[in-house]
């Protein structure tokens, strides 16, 4: 089996604070991802775009392939280990013959990976070359980082201190930080603790300039900003509401509100006890908190299940797709998303029409590609 991992996670301490961290994902815009691996009735895979185009049909590769994403993906050789491809190059070839532990995706030109699970990490390009290294930088002891977002790569020292590294492997902002976040709309979450256990925060620029300090206390605190805002719960009254980019409170959620998640296109989804809904901006339903699950998709559209099923329904809350599939996932860019339908993948469209009436055995997604 392929062991694929796309993303350096940083290991968060446990230190008892007054402010932790939610956790939640943050969605693009337009999703990065060019193609997903896909297999039929056999056990080989093949690359398929997201518009739906065979790339590489399936029984091209006898592991599965990552998700393509600035036009490179990763496969295992042989030996389990893997190397790194150009979808546009030559695909069913490997750029070099350097082979790694772990590779992560092209959110830039450059990547994170590993030759071998406790050897220094490194930044290479899409020839396989290293960048640099964080061997270079022996007196912050780097042990974990994670993959680019918005140029910039989290990481953490030994001593369980947090900086930022850009794409040529500088240190634009020393590990100064107990704590801190992907960058997210040109911030980053990023915080002290003191002596007596009391946290403080604050929203970073890519330079490491202050821009904002949270004035805000025994809260839970989102990663970072999304639709400029960031999501906080009052850990006392479990009160949600949300931070404008100055993190001043914008709006507080009715205490029937058990749950909320970031905003999306000005959406956000809530859950009270009687199942999931979406308010907009001023927090007002648009879709009703009556349904098992809801998932915020891209173009403006809103995946909804009820009893196992999903639907898909456009802002104004009609119905686009009707209850007929066991999962929908987001929309790519060209306006398809991924679906099952009786144990069979396939793509379907805005109104849920499947892409060539083809379906597949499978269809493989990958949560951290898509960021």
């Known amino acids: 089996m392929q062991q694929t991992n796309p993303i350096f996670h940083i290991l968060l301490s446990s230190l008892s604070v007054c402010v932790l961290f939610l956790s939640s994902c943050h969605h693009l815009d337009t999703d990065p991802v060019e193609a997903l691996p896909f297999r039929n009735d056999g056990t080989t895979w093949g690359l398929?775009?997201?518009?739906?185009?065979?790339?590489?049909?399936?029984?091209?590769?006898?592991?599965?392939?990552?998700?393509?994403?600035?036009?490179?993906?990763?496969?295992a050789n042989e030996e389990g280990r893997l190397q790194l491809y150009s979808l546009?190059?030559?695909?069913?070839?490997?750029?070099?013959?350097?082979?790694?532990?772990?590779?992560?995706?092209?959110?830039?030109?450059?990547?994170?990976?590993?030759?071998?699970?406790?050897?220094?990490?490194?930044?290479?390009?899409?020839?396989?070359?290293?960048?640099a290294s964080t061997a270079q930088y022996p007196q912050y002891d780097i042990v974990l980082m994670h993959n680019f977002s918005e140029g910039r790569a989290l990481f953490a020292t030994g001593n369980g201190k947090y900086g930022y590294m850009?794409?040529?492997?500088?240190?634009?902002?020393?590990?100064?930080?107990?704590?801190?976040?992907?960058?997210?709309?040109?911030?980053?979450?990023?915080?002290?603790t003191n002596s007596e256990?009391?946290?403080?925060?604050?929203?970073?620029?890519?330079?490491?300039?202050?821009?904002?300090?949270?004035?805000?206390?025994?809260?839970?605190?989102?990663a970072g900003l999304s639709d400029s805002r960031?999501?906080?719960?009052?850990?006392?009254?479990?009160?949600?509401?949300?931070?404008?980019?100055?993190g001043e409170p914008e709006l507080y959620l009715p205490e029937k509100f058990r749950l909320a998640l970031p905003y999306k296109n000005d959406m956000a989804v809530v859950e009270t006890e009687e199942g999931q809904g979406v308010i907009d901006r001023q927090g007002q339903p648009l879709i009703p908190s009556i349904y098992d699950k809801?998932?915020?998709?891209?173009?403006?559209?809103?995946?909804?299940?009820?009893?196992?099923?999903?639907?898909?329904?456009?802002?104004r809350n009609q119905a686009a797709i009707q209850f007929q599939y066991d999962s929908i996932g987001h929309y790519y860019n060209e306006g398809l998303a991924v679906a099952r339908q009786k144990g069979r993948y396939l793509?379907?469209?805005?109104?849920?029409?499947?892409?060539?009436?083809?379906?597949?055995?499978?269809?493989?997604?990958?949560?951290?590609a898509s960021r």
Request: hydrophobic share 35%.
């Open 48 to 75: 398929i775009a997201t518009d739906g185009t065979v790339l590489q049909p399936a029984g091209s590769f006898e592991h599965r392939p990552s998700a393509v994403v600035g036009g490179m993906f990763s496969l």
């Open 230 to 246: 960031l999501l906080f719960c009052e850990l006392g009254t479990r009160h949600f509401g949300y931070l404008n980019r100055q």
């Open 88 to 131: 546009h190059d030559h695909p069913a070839h490997p750029v070099s013959q350097r082979s790694f532990v772990r590779i992560g995706h092209f959110f830039e030109n450059v990547t994170l990976a590993q030759e071998e699970t406790d050897s220094p990490i490194l930044l290479i390009d899409k020839q396989g070359n290293n960048v």
């Open 347 to 368: 793509l379907i469209d805005k109104e849920g029409n499947p892409q060539g009436n083809v379906t597949y055995n499978v269809i493989g997604e990958e949560q951290t």
């Open 166 to 192: 850009d794409t040529q492997g500088n240190i634009v902002i020393p590990p100064i930080y107990d704590r801190a976040h992907d960058f997210h709309e040109g911030l980053a979450l990023a915080g002290n």
């Open 197 to 222: 256990g009391q946290s403080g925060y604050l929203l970073i620029d890519r330079n490491g300039k202050i821009k904002t300090a949270i004035r805000l206390s025994n809260s839970l605190l989102d």
């Open 294 to 315: 809801i998932h915020l998709t891209n173009h403006g559209l809103t995946a909804i299940c009820k009893n196992g099923k999903w639907a898909v329904v456009d802002p």
